[in-house]
């Protein structure tokens, strides 16, 4: 991963803010990991579903942007299969195609017991000059 683009990936702020932290970033994959706490439950005191979604986001961002080509989200979905148990939730992106302008990924979602928590597709339209 270019290291300019990695530092612009790296300061996102927003996955600061919730504690997401990169474990492993490379061409077109990455993992992403966050540790539960309070501040991450929905009022029936489940992991809210904002934070998955953004914990995978994030790997999305991770790996479409580890070949140094600036890419933006698209389009992206996501599908909850079960409320996550544990303290640690773990995001893994891979990327399944790339063009010049449009490139796609999938991102499994899964927590502590390593059950599949949600599927997260997304893709990019990368900025090529």
Do not use: W
């Not at 990991?33 to 809210?48: A, F, M, P, S, Y």
């Not at 939730?89 to 927590?111: M, P």
């Amino acid at each position: 991963m270019k290291n300019e683009l990695f530092n612009n990936v790296r300061n996102d702020q927003f996955a600061k803010y919730l504690g997401i932290e990169i474990r492993e970033a490379r061409d077109g994959y990455a993992v992403t990991e966050l540790i539960l706490n309070e501040n991450h439950l929905n009022g029936v005191g489940r992991v809210q579903g904002g934070v998955i979604f953004t914990l995978a986001d994030y790997a999305f961002a991770v790996a479409a942007n580890s070949d140094g080509c600036p890419t933006v989200g698209m389009n992206v979905n996501i599908t909850y299969f079960k409320a996550p148990t544990g303290k640690k939730l773990r995001a893994e992106a891979i990327e399944i195609t790339k063009q010049k302008r449009i490139s796609g990924y999938q991102v499994s979602v899964f927590d502590e017991d390593g059950s599949l928590v949600s599927i997260f597709s997304g893709l990019g339209y990368r900025k090529t000059p």
